[in-house]
């Protein structure tokens, strides 16, 4: 089976702590990225990665980092400096990268701070 | 960053009733996808439009580019409990997609 996974689904953390988020596909897409989602937000752009070993900041990286050191594995920590890091997180991946790229979607994290 | 305007931002609806979600852009895009979310679920990819005036269907939904490439509209004809969820459009500038705030829709039984 194609597709993206996410793990947790659920994750809860202490204030103060770093977490991690795992995103791995097997469609072998070039792209991968990784979203916030928020009520009445929408999704709003963390970071992107193009290729192995290259990552780009979105809209709203602080508080975020990432890396890409396999084609298929695209992790997120949120660090201690994410001031409101309670959210649902989602990663998707395309093909290339490219504007016109449909993007497939994981099934999400939901990141409780407590 | 660019900017998305995505309205209304909420609609309840009869069942067996039209539902319209508009997207609006400033400045002149590249191409538009729409995206499906069901409650609890992630975005799914609907389609894209990349003309000018383009108008594209599928079954009871039907999507449209407008002329200056600047707006884009998803209509459902007669909607049904299945077309529960938000509706994001997603709008091509230079090499990145920006995701409206998207549009819930609920329908009453």
């Known amino acids: 089976d194609g597709g993206i996974t996410q793990s947790p689904k659920y994750l809860f953390r202490k204030e103060g702590q770093n977490v991690t988020l795992s995103c791995e596909q097997n469609?072998?897409?070039?792209?991968m990225y990784w979203y916030r989602q928020d009520p009445g937000q929408g999704l709003r752009l963390i970071y992107y990665s193009q290729i192995v070993n290259d990552f780009q900041k979105g809209d709203i990286a602080e508080g975020y980092s990432v890396s890409r050191e396999k084609k298929e594995s695209f992790p997120l920590t949120v660090t201690s400096a994410q001031k409101n890091p309670t959210a649902f997180y989602l990663c998707?991946?395309?093909?290339?990268?490219?504007?016109?790229?449909?993007?497939?979607f994981g099934p999400g994290t939901r990141l409780t701070v407590l | 960053g660019q900017q998305v305007m995505q309205i209304p931002q909420y609609q309840h609806v009869q069942e067996g009733e039209d539902f319209t979600t508009y997207c609006n852009s400033s400045?002149?895009?590249?191409?538009i996808q729409w995206y499906k979310q069901r409650p609890g679920g992630h975005p799914v990819f609907l389609i894209q439009l990349v003309k000018s005036g383009e108008v594209k269907k599928q079954k009871r939904l039907t999507f449209q580019f407008g002329e200056a490439k600047k707006n884009s509209s998803l209509h459902i004809t007669a909607t049904q409990t299945t077309d529960v969820g938000t509706y994001f459009c997603a709008l091509g500038y230079g090499n990145k997609l920006v995701f409206g705030a998207g549009t819930i829709l609920r329908v009453k039984s």
């Open positions: 469609l072998n897409h070039d792209a």
């Open positions: 998707a991946s395309s093909p290339t990268g490219g504007h016109t790229d449909t993007q497939y």
């Open positions: 400045t002149t895009l590249s191409n």
